[in-house]
């Protein structure tokens, strides 16, 4: 089963738009990480989040928590056609360890 | 440079003939992990390891097997494949288990059992 559900599934904008997705989950979480794939290549990590903080981010990526919705999104501003790729979401539940992902959000931008 | 390697990166093989694809990695990582990736169902894990010679079941442990003799290996092995074993596989390694930690993707082996 599933613990990361990422919508939209597939989103399509301009390069200069923001790009936002969303992931939300079932049960109590230790933490949430997101990930990029570039077209069949390998995942790459690019931000966690512990459950106890609300918003973090990194550079042009904004991660916020919504603990109390089970929920999370990953804002990339000012996107680039290099932003291209897919995004997960993973989480483990807070009684065990083992990461559980979403199916992804395929971004494309669009030049 | 830190870094999972996967070999081979695309393999097309008949069912039935048993094949192994390794995975080293050479940052000490203790947690190591075998996922597959299929159109619309995201990653699922099929094994994981939490040291040498400590294995267990992921989600879809079915048809595969692996081995931890040495703390930077851990090659899946794929006794005698069948066509619903196509799929993109991925390694990954970790510090630790969970969330807590980054995981490190290898780049990938596309598999094709016809």
């Known amino acids: 089963s599933q613990q990361g559900e990422e919508d939209p599934q597939a989103l399509s904008i301009q390069e200069g738009e923001n790009a936002t997705m969303n992931c939300s989950y079932k049960t109590s979480i230790n933490n949430l990480q997101w990930y990029r794939q570039n077209s069949g290549r390998g995942l790459v990590h690019l931000i966690l989040i512990r459950s106890n903080e609300r918003e973090k981010h990194s550079g042009r990526l904004r991660v916020t928590l919504d603990t109390s919705k089970k929920s999370s999104s990953l804002l990339i501003t000012a996107s680039r056609a290099a932003d291209t790729a897919s995004y997960f979401c993973a989480t483990d539940a807070k009684s065990n360890y083992q990461l559980i992902w979403g199916a992804g959000t395929k971004l494309i931008i669009k030049p | 440079e830190a870094q999972v390697t996967q070999n081979p990166r695309y393999l097309i093989t008949v069912t039935g003939k048993k094949l192994t694809v390794t995975c080293s990695q050479n940052m000490n990582h203790e947690y190591m992990s075998w996922y597959r990736q299929d159109p619309g169902l995201g990653l699922r894990q099929i094994y994981y390891s939490m040291n040498v010679e400590v294995t267990d079941k992921g989600d879809v442990p079915e048809g595969y097997k692996v081995s931890r003799k040495e703390k930077r290996n851990f090659p899946l092995i794929l006794e005698s494949p069948s066509p619903n074993q196509t799929s993109l596989y991925f390694c990954?390694?970790?510090?630790?288990?969970?969330?807590?930690?980054?995981?490190?993707f290898g780049p990938g082996t596309r598999l094709t059992v016809t």
């Open positions: 990954a390694s970790s510090i630790g288990t969970g969330s807590s930690y980054e995981q490190y």
